[in-house]
């Protein structure tokens, strides 16, 4: 016997299933009928909440970006944290997607995922441009960075941070963590204008 779903729990469905056969074959190798079968419906269901395959991860990054502006933004108008703290809290959160779900966040690194990671070096920056605006603003104030081009250091300090991509998964002793940390600590302190050691100083102050 067919069932009828809402279409906010179908769509939801689709996505979900079209995320597990992401992570597990890549998205190039997902052909549309399998998502359909996966659900346990016909094709013509699929194209009825997406217009094609592209849609759907595109919706899929959406999803994962609201979590990401929302909890930034959040932790951006948080008035007890100084424009330094807000800054070095940004990555953890590109890291705190839900672990309830698979998510294909955590497999950004793989060759079989470049489409997904493409997409999303698009789409981060441009979504988090204002926020990241914001906490640089100030610290202009605050008086720790010194940079003319808010709005312009903004997107390059997102293009930096894709040199952490992947980092959770290295030893936290290897010699490429530290190299990783150390060479985003030096861009993001000359991008901002900032006194060099001043985010070394500020590690090891809230590490003790």
Known sequence: ?????????????L???????????GY???EVSE???????????????FKSKEAILDAIIDKYISILVEDMENMVNQKDLTALEKLMNIYPFALSFPSGHKSIMHHLQEEKNVHLS?????????ETAGLLTRII?????????????PEEAA??????MIILQGIENLDPNSLEFKRKFM???????RILGAEEGLIIKFMEKNSS
């Open 155 to 160: 997107g390059v300090y997102m293009g930096t």
């Open 137 to 149: 603003k100030q610290g202009i104030e605050e008086g720790v960075f010194n940079i003319k081009y």
């Open 183 to 189: 060479a985003i600590f030096y861009f993001i302190e």
């Open 118 to 126: 493409m997409k999303l070096e698009q789409r981060i920056p441009q």
């Open 35 to 49: 998502i359909a079968k996966k659900v346990g419906v016909v094709k013509g269901t699929f194209y009825y909440y």
């Open 1 to 13: 016997m067919r069932v009828t779903k809402k279409p906010e729990i179908r769509r939801k469905e």
């Open 15 to 25: 996505m979900n299933a079209a995320e597990d056969l992401f992570i597990e074959k």
């Open 28 to 30: 190039e190798q997902v």
